[in-house]
Every structure is written in C-alpha cells, then in structure tokens.
Nanobody, 125 residues
C-alpha cells in the first residue's frame, strides 16, 4: 500500500511557474513508476507526465512537452512536476499516481494502482 500526498499547487499568472511535489509513504517507493495526471471541470482525467522506477525513462503528453518536467527522488520518496510557461488551459486538479509496473513510464489512467487526493492548479490569463 502506498499513500500519496500532493503539494505546491495554487494560483499563478499565465507564463509563470509552479512545482508540484508528491510525497509517498512506505519504504518501497523505488519499486514504483510514478505519474502525474490532471482533470479539468467537465473533462476526463488525462495523462500529463510519467517516470520509470529508476527515473531513467520519462514520458510526456504533447500538450506539456518542453514546458513540464517530471523527476523522482527515491531517497526522499518524492516525485516532482516542474511546470513552466503555464497557460490558462493548464488549469485543473493535478493528481500523482503510483504504478507497480517494472516497465517504463506508462500513460494510461487505469494502469496506475494508487492515487493522491489531488491539488488545484489555476492559471489566470
């Protein structure tokens, strides 16, 4: 069992930056690939970024590529999402998630086993 807690969200102007953190409980954080997803009002939850167990492989949605960066610190049991050049369309509740797969950084919502409670990110124009 893994418990995930997101932090770092808030309100930012377009063009600004935020860094989300997701702290995980338990001693086996290094056994999980991690992902970030988001859900805007009236829309389905969508993939944002993912990172493999070791951190050696990453994956990004086309809409955030070159603006967002995911990283993982296994010693601190934490995964980060650095978000730069934010746009109003990035406004959503952001969720981190843990995936038990040993293979890469997956993009499917249903492939993840544990989820945080979510944190609001609002980008004003």
């Amino acid at each position: 069992q893994v418990q995930l807690v997101e932090s770092g969200g808030g309100l930012v102007q377009a063009g600004g930056s935020l860094r989300l953190s997701c702290a995980a409980s338990g001693r086996t954080f290094g056994n999980y690939a991690m992902g970030w997803f988001r859900q805007a009002p009236g829309k389905e939850r969508e993939f944002v970024a993912a990172i493999s167990r070791s951190g050696g492989s990453t994956n990004y949605a086309d809409s955030v590529k070159d603006r967002f960066s995911i990283s993982k610190d296994n010693a601190k049991n934490t995964v980060y999402l650095q978000m730069n050049s934010l746009k109003p369309e990035d406004t959503a509740v952001y969720y981190c998630a843990a995936d038990k797969t040993p293979w890469g950084a997956r993009v499917g919502v249903h492939e993840y086993d544990y989820w945080g409670q979510g944190i609001q990110v609002t980008v004003s124009s």
